[in-house]
């Protein structure tokens, strides 16, 4: 055996041509996998505003096919001062189904059963149908539906400073303004004249079956500071002298508001109605 120093020399140890082969490998397999990772990441990310869009449109369009024949036969909620013996049967959900919502035969009274916070349904012919909330605040129905699903479009929803509802002399409704074209998008068209002039009324059902006829005569690009909004929640006697071109005679007012799509993020589209 060869000496070195009076040592015995030792043949450098080197990885065979397998553990080399194994090595880059399982490198590969690691880089296939984080860059299977992130692309399916970002298919998600873009395909998520898309499923929801898509599960909010079905639930809403589910209402409206039930709500369609209703509307003219309107069922008035039970007086709650009333005494009953027997609890209301509980509807809306199918055990069989996971308790998922079964939207069928349903009346305005059931509506308001299935979400307490219902106080009507808003109708535009041939424009948009939705029911409409009020919340305890103005942030739960921003990315919650009718139904209680989780979903950025959200709902329609009254100011929940409007406890009287569509009894009070201003009401303001707040929609998102989405990418395809739901919720509140289409009031963005009242900003031309001869819309507004083809579309002008706002059919509302309330949850006791009464129905009211907004006219609406204005509408404007403005921002979430305009003067518009504490008229109608602090001083709404102000309302007919300030809002722009009111009716002659007009008593109520609903406000229709929205944000715009590609404009800055205080950037807001107000219609005005009035009965």
Not at 36 to 50: K, M, R
Not at 95 to 105: G, H, K, M, N, S
Request: proline letters at 5%; one cysteine or more; a negative charge.
């Amino acid at each position: 055996m060869r000496k070195i120093n009076g040592r015995a020399g030792k043949t450098p140890k080197r990885s065979t041509f397998r553990q080399t082969l194994t090595r880059r490998h399982i490198i590969m397999i690691c880089l296939v996998a984080v860059g299977t990772f992130f692309v399916t990441t970002g298919v998600l990310l873009l395909l998520t505003p898309e499923i929801e869009s898509a599960a909010a449109r079905n639930e809403y369009q589910i209402l409206r096919e039930e709500v369609a024949g209703i509307i003219a036969r309107p069922t008035p909620l039970p007086d709650p001062s009333t005494d009953r013996e027997e609890e209301p049967e509980e509807i809306g959900y199918d055990e069989d189904e996971d308790d998922i919502l079964d939207l069928a035969l349903l009346s305005l009274a059931e509506l308001a059963r299935i979400n307490n916070d219902f106080v009507g349904w808003m109708s535009i012919r041939n424009v948009l149908e939705y029911p409409v909330v009020r919340g305890r605040d103005n942030y739960r129905y921003l990315n919650t539906t009718f139904t209680g699903s989780r979903n950025s479009a959200g709902a329609i929803f009254m100011d929940y400073r409007n406890a009287n509802g569509f009894d009070e002399k201003v009401s303001v409704i707040y929609g998102h303004h989405t990418w395809d074209g739901s919720m509140f998008a289409p009031i963005v068209r009242y900003l031309d004249p001869d819309f507004m002039e083809r579309n002008p009324n706002i059919i509302i059902t309330m949850r006791d079956g009464r129905t009211l006829t907004y006219r609406v005569f204005a509408a404007r690009l403005t921002d979430a500071w305009d003067y518009a909004y504490t008229i109608a929640l602090l001083q709404p006697e102000w309302a007919g002298v300030m809002f722009p071109d009111v009716p002659y005679g007009a008593s109520n007012f609903l406000l229709l508001s929205t944000c715009t799509r590609g404009g800055y993020d205080e950037e807001r589209i107000l219609v005005f109605a009035a009965r």
